[in-house]
């Protein structure tokens, strides 16, 4: 299991508000590498790309990669020092290669089911682990209202996924708040975004306000007041408009 207890990000460059950006540390393109690594690995996309390689040209051999057996964790509520360092709305930093995913789902009965699942980042995602484990029998004579905060938004590969799941129950709304935008500078993160969006799924930023109602609905406070890091609200407005321009 890796690390949950990763290092801060460093400090930051004072940046003018159009230019700014969110506090990244000299982690970020490890963490970047290991993160496309993972996408390109994960679900079909791998055996397509293999066969393609493989099969095609005849020239070049690529042998499956053998996976670790993934490990999704998932409980109640988040430990409170977790919360505060994943889903801090910096960039990137070291320790953040993992993905925290709160939800709320309401199927139109009494109460609604909450709780939250953790990632390893080596299979399965948590995106995809919610449908696999939280909501594997899907009903069609329901109609499912999902909410999900999550530490960070989907990668390609997830949001793929979500748009197959999502054209296939037709019955269920999915509105996502993330943290931050995962590179969201790459052609194939925002393509995968759109398509989410194409396919009625609703992509929020945190608000400082959403920060602290996962903290009071998803976090072991011990009633500890939760008071949002520096910065947050600036941090919010870059990844804002970076969304917006994304699905304009």
Known sequence: MADKRGSGASSRTPLGKKDRRPERDASAEAEREEKQAEGEVNGDAA??????????????????????????????????????????????????????????????????????????????????????????????????????????SPCSACAAKLVQILKARKTTRLTIFSARLFLWEEPEIQAGLKALAAAGCKLRMMKPLDFSYVWDTFVESDEEHFTVWEDCQENYEYYQEKLADILQ
């Open 47 to 152: 055996a397509e790309g293999a066969a393609a390689n493989g099969q095609d040209n005849g020239e070049l051999t690529v042998e499956p990669m053998e996976l670790p057996p993934f490990e999704i964790i998932a409980g109640d509520r988040i430990d409170p020092f977790f919360f505060k360092f994943q889903f801090k709305n910096v960039e990137y930093s070291s320790g953040r290669n993992k993905t925290f995913l709160c939800y709320l789902v309401d199927e139109g009965k009494e109460g609604l089911l909450r709780g939250y699942l953790e990632d390893e980042h080596s299979s399965a995602h948590a995106e995809e682990a919610f449908f696999q484990q939280i909501l594997a029998n899907y009903d069609p004579a329901l109609n499912y209202a999902i909410t999900w905060y999550v530490s960070s």
